[in-house]
């Protein structure tokens, strides 16, 4: 088939065009801008168009001919920009995502949401039923857009949502990034109690659940959340990180509160500077919200099995890590 993957030049959307290229599909890579290892996926043999999902000509232009599209395309922890550019770019680029594909007779497509817009999780373990309690710009757009999709779902293209847990891997320097590196210094400072419920999502068990969307039939006009088998207490996240890099560090606690704080007056003094917080209210909510979701629907409906568990997912991390130098 000929596939679209918008995003498709950041970590999420190479490992999928990588991934659709050995499946033989003829796939294009649609991104604002070239990202790590752009030039590798040309050499795979898929086309990479350089532009934005929000300018209608060229989404119009690159959605010829195309049967499936994987809507992965997000604005996503952008700093120095106004909190329009996320709707612009979450709601208003998926709009103009949906109207081409259906203008162009696009078979399905499958939108990539995020977990996040379930807030913190009351009762873990949560379903895709779950309250909806967006917390922060990136959550609320990436919401906001889902009855989007399934309003065109119900016209003419065959749509399904998916929430991804937290995803993580080899190829990324950045998500996991900040704890692999604390914790290869020995000591990873713990706010509050810890046991708040993180829930991990490795790179290679997300695409194949995108992968298994991909094809007709599968999980039409559903919303699925996607997550590997096992969420854990961020404490324990520390020393499974620690296991993986052969490293003992130390979780010494301090209050959550004066952290949270701190977030919400560098996030406000440093935004007139245009320059990155060293600390903003997303990273600090990771110490006390809690994200732990069930899985039984993918698991039934589309056959989706995490194959690859947490410590083997965060031994290849740390093997990347290191081979790329980031550790």
């Given at each position: 088939m000929?596939?679209?993957?918008?995003?498709?030049?950041?970590?999420?959307?190479?490992?999928?065009?990588?991934?659709?290229v050995?499946?033989?599909?003829?796939?294009?890579?649609?991104?604002?801008?070239?990202?790590l290892?752009?030039?590798?996926?040309?050499?795979w043999?898929?086309?990479?168009?350089?532009?934005?999902?929000?300018?209608?000509?060229?989404?119009?232009k690159?959605?010829?001919?195309?049967?499936?599209?994987?809507?992965?395309?997000?604005?996503?922890?952008?700093l120095?920009?106004?909190?329009?550019?996320?709707?612009?770019?979450?709601?208003?680029?998926?709009?103009?995502v949906?109207?081409?594909?259906?203008?162009?007779?696009?078979?399905?497509?499958?939108?990539?949401?995020?977990?996040?817009?379930?807030?913190?999780?009351?009762?873990?373990?949560?379903?895709?039923?779950?309250?909806?309690?967006?917390?922060?710009?990136?959550?609320?757009?990436?919401?906001?857009?889902?009855?989007?999709?399934?309003?065109?779902?119900?016209?003419?293209?065959?749509?399904?949502?998916?929430?991804?847990?937290?995803?993580?891997g080899?190829?990324?320097?950045?998500?996991?990034?900040?704890?692999?590196?604390?914790?290869a210094?020995?000591?990873?400072?713990?706010?509050?109690?810890?046991?708040?419920?993180?829930?991990?999502?490795?790179?290679?068990?997300?695409?194949?659940?995108?992968?298994?969307?991909?094809?007709?039939?599968?999980?039409?006009?559903?919303?699925?959340?996607?997550?590997?088998?096992?969420?854990?207490?961020?404490?324990?996240?520390?020393?499974?990180?620690?296991?993986?890099?052969?490293?003992?560090?130390?979780?010494?606690?301090?209050?959550?509160?004066?952290?949270?704080?701190a977030?919400?007056?560098?996030?406000?003094?440093?935004?007139?500077?245009?320059?990155?917080?060293?600390?903003?209210?997303?990273?600090?909510?990771?110490?006390?919200?809690?994200?732990?979701?069930?899985?039984?629907?993918?698991?039934?409906?589309?056959?989706?099995?995490?194959?690859?568990?947490?410590?083997?997912?965060?031994?290849?991390?740390?093997?990347?890590?290191?081979?790329?130098?980031?550790?």
């Amino acid at each position: 088939m000929k596939v679209l993957v918008t995003g498709g030049t950041g970590f999420t959307g190479k490992a999928l065009v990588r991934r659709l290229v050995d499946l033989g599909h003829e796939t294009i890579a649609l991104d604002y801008k070239e990202g790590l290892g752009t030039e590798e996926i040309r050499q795979w043999g898929a086309q990479v168009v350089i532009g934005s999902v929000t300018d209608e000509p060229l989404v119009n232009k690159t959605m010829q001919g195309v049967e499936v599209v994987h809507h992965v395309a997000a604005a996503f922890r952008e700093l120095n920009v106004p909190n329009s550019y996320y709707h612009q770019v979450n709601v208003g680029g998926t709009e103009t995502v949906l109207k081409a594909a259906e203008k162009a007779g696009v078979k399905r497509l499958i939108y990539c949401s995020t977990c996040g817009v379930h807030g913190n999780v009351k009762n873990p373990p949560a379903d895709e039923n779950a309250p909806i309690a967006a917390a922060d710009y990136y959550q609320q757009t990436k919401y906001e857009a889902e009855p989007l999709v399934n309003e065109f779902g119900q016209r003419s293209l065959n749509t399904v949502i998916v929430r991804p847990a937290a995803i993580y891997g080899p190829g990324d320097p950045e998500r996991f990034g900040m704890i692999f590196r604390r914790v290869a210094r020995g000591r990873f400072p713990i706010f509050g109690s810890g046991k708040a419920l993180y829930h991990p999502l490795y790179i290679d068990n997300f695409v194949d659940a995108l992968l298994a969307l991909t094809y007709d039939g599968v999980g039409d006009g559903q919303t699925y959340l996607i997550a590997d088998q096992e969420y854990i207490g961020v404490e324990e996240l520390v020393h499974r990180v620690a296991k993986a890099l052969g490293v003992e560090a130390r979780t010494p606690h301090y209050p959550f509160w004066p952290l949270w704080l701190a977030g919400h007056v560098f996030e406000k003094a440093c935004r007139p500077l245009h320059i990155s917080p060293p600390i903003f209210p997303r990273r600090v909510d990771w110490y006390r919200q809690n994200r732990a979701f069930d899985i039984s629907r993918a698991r039934s409906e589309i056959g989706y099995q995490p194959k690859v568990g947490l410590d083997e997912g965060l031994r290849r991390t740390a093997k990347w890590y290191r081979t790329q130098g980031y550790l």
